[in-house]
């Protein structure tokens, strides 16, 4: 079955430091794996897309990566600040469907000032 | 103005009743879903309707009944609530185009007691 991994333990980091989230799958890559951020209270918000013909995207001080031969996509924040302390989501399609996602569990990202 | 909403934010209910909860998008979104986020966090997808009619169906109790009157609303109806569908239900929308991103409603809280 197709599974998406995340670290479940929280992420504790200082202010101005790089956090970086991983996450894994199991069987096939996928087409895409989208990144979502959550907040406590609050449904999940789009964050980044990357297809699997792309090693990395951007945006603002994002990056995502995807290695088809790890399985796996690294989630980096750069100049990381308190407001950025939220639960981060990986998702994958599955199923055959393009648009059916399957979520990983999260991983907390704490920053401390 | 809000993009996607659902009604109510809180639903506190006894065992074996009957509830419903209302969403709405106001996107032009094509598809819509319903989400269970269970008290690991863990977000899994139940229903999607596009355009009105049911495409995904992830092995649901039957006691849940989700209806599109429009391609804009999909409520979601439980019946004889039972004590393990206490969770945090969302709403969500996509273009239902391949790749795209789906906006979350804000939660709607179940508590059966």
């Known amino acids: 079955s197709q599974k998406i991994e995340q670290n479940s333990e929280a992420l504790n980091i200082q202010e101005g430091k790089t956090a970086t989230l991983t996450c894994n799958y199991t069987n096939y890559s996928p087409a895409y794996l989208q990144w979502y951020r959550q907040d406590p209270g609050r449904g999940p918000v789009f964050l980044l897309l990357?297809?699997?013909?792309?090693k990395e995207k951007r945006k603002e001080r994002l990056k995502v990566t995807f290695d088809t031969t790890l399985k796996q996509s690294l989630f980096h924040i750069t100049a990381s600040q308190p407001a950025d302390s939220a639960t981060y989501l990986c998702a994958r399609p599955y199923g055959g469907a393009t648009n059916k996602l399957i979520f990983g569990t999260g991983t907390l990202l704490a920053v401390q000032p | 103005d809000t993009a996607v909403s659902q009604t109510p934010k809180y639903l506190v209910t006894q065992m074996g009743n009957d509830k419903s909860i209302k969403c709405e998008q106001n996107l032009g979104h094509d598809t819509m879903y319903w989400y269970k986020q269970d008290s690991k966090k863990f977000l899994k997808i139940m229903f999607s309707y596009n355009n009105k009619e049911l495409i995904i169906n992830e092995t649901v109790p039957n006691r849940f009944s989700p209806k599109s009157p429009d391609k804009a609303h999909l409520n979601l109806h439980i019946n004889s609530l039972e004590l393990g569908d206490s969770a945090v239900y969302f709403c969500?929308?996509?273009?239902?185009?391949?790749?795209?991103?789906?906006?979350f409603g804000p939660g709607t809280r179940l508590t059966v007691l």
């Open positions: 990357i297809r699997e013909n792309e």
């Open positions: 969500a929308s996509s273009s239902g185009t391949d790749y795209n991103e789906q906006f």
